[in-house]
């Protein structure tokens, strides 16, 4: 069974940064791409990020480029992760780990299995 | 930039039929996904390639796409259909649709 278990989400004030982790089983980590996906309170959703199996290739949302990093640990964690910088008030969401169903970055495959979500508010 | 458009709301009596839209410059060129998404749940895939079920999605999903449009269709919808529905597609990066909630009267 494909799980997928966000964590690191929390209460953070404007400027600060959070690091969100998703833990995947049930599934070859090392054989799919990966994306984050946020939900903004009462709104819809936001793709935020992807990387392809090997890392090799990246994307971002304009809303986060230049503040979020995203990457992934294959050889020993099966984990994704995403490095929140500059964090802003209109950052706050529940954050979504979603599984790709292809290796590939950008192919169009679905996002064909979602974890439950980490919660990220950004507060003074 | 590239953007999927919704109708926000969209009423079912149980058992008949549901048509959700998404709208796009050339959609049809692309391909579509369709995600459900409970109060509290996490969204799930119920079409993809325009058209293909995931395992255990029921038949009464189905779905197509073409010119700028692509849709979403419910037959015999159930009442356990009530949630919000997103497409989404890519165009350089993932997008997702303004969303649309079912609701069975």
């Known amino acids: 069974e494909v799980q997928l278990v966000e964590s690191g989400g929390g209460l953070v004030q404007p400027g600060r940064s959070l690091r969100l982790s998703c833990a995947a089983s049930?599934?070859?980590?090392?054989?799919?791409?990966m994306h984050w996906v946020r939900q903004a309170p009462g709104k819809g959703l936001e793709w935020v990020s992807g990387?392809?199996?090997?890392?090799?290739?990246?994307?971002y949302a304009d809303s986060v480029k230049g503040r979020f990093t995203i990457s992934r640990d294959n050889a020993n964690k099966n984990s994704l992760y995403l490095q929140m910088n500059s964090l802003r008030i209109e950052d706050t969401a529940l954050y979504f780990c979603?599984?790709?169903?292809?290796?590939?970055?950008?192919?169009?495959?679905?996002?064909?299995?979602w974890g439950q979500g980490t919660l990220v508010t950004v507060s003074s | 930039s590239y953007e999927l458009t919704q109708p926000p709301s969209v009423s079912v009596s149980p058992g008949q039929t549901a048509a959700i839209t998404c709208s796009g410059d050339?959609?049809?060129?692309?391909?579509a996904s369709w995600y459900q998404q409970k109060p509290g749940q996490s969204p799930v895939l119920v079409i993809y390639?325009?058209?293909k079920r995931p395992s255990g999605i029921p038949e009464r999903f189905s779905g197509s796409n073409s010119g700028n449009t692509a849709t979403l269709t419910i037959s015999g919808t159930q009442a356990m259909d009530e949630a919000d529905y997103f497409c989404?597609?890519?165009?350089?990066?993932?997008?997702f649709g303004t969303g649309t909630k079912v609701t069975v009267l």
């Open positions: 979603a599984k790709d169903g292809s290796p590939w970055y950008g192919s169009g495959s679905p996002f064909d299995y």
């Open positions: 049930g599934f070859t980590f090392d054989d799919y791409a």
């Open positions: 990387i392809s199996r090997d890392s090799s290739t990246i994307g």
């Open positions: 050339k959609l049809g060129d692309k391909h």
């Open positions: 390639e325009d058209k």
């Open positions: 989404q597609a890519w165009d350089r990066i993932a997008l």
